[in-house]
């Protein structure tokens, strides 16, 4: 979920700080009144009602397996997802999860799907 823009909060923080109503204040701009209180809270910390980065570790993982595999999928085409994971730990020592090696297999537009 994409932040609140920086101008939504300075028009929350600018009606709060001229008297109105936490209430009113959230009911006029469609937020919630402890979402105004962490932004109130924010501004006096720190003095921006700047949004945090959104969290989450950097996919490294994903790189190295992108480009390993166009090599891999075309020696070894009918590989299972299991298969597939189990040659990347023997290759690079680190251990993915089949989910993980499905999302690059699709970012790489390559099917599932296997012949009998």
């Known amino acids: 979920m994409k932040p609140y ?3 939504l909060r300075e028009r929350v923080v600018r009606a709060v700080a001229i008297g109105t109503p936490r209430d009113e204040v959230a ?3 469609a937020v919630s009144v402890p979402t105004i209180e962490r932004w109130l809270r924010l501004k ?13 570790p950097v996919a490294v993982k994903t790189a190295a397996v992108m480009a390993a595999l166009p090599e891999r999928l075309a020696e070894h085409a009918d590989a299972t ?36």
Not at 89 to 113: F, H
């Open 5 to 7: 823009s920086e101008d």
């Open 27 to 29: 009911a006029t701009f």
């Open 44 to 56: 006096r910390e720190t003095g921006s009602l700047a949004p945090k980065p959104v969290a989450g």
């Open 81 to 116: 997802l299991d298969e597939h994971c189990a040659w990347w730990r023997e290759a690079s020592g680190v251990e993915v999860s089949t989910a993980t090696m499905s999302r690059a297999l699709t970012r790489l537009g390559w099917t599932r799907k296997k012949s009998r």
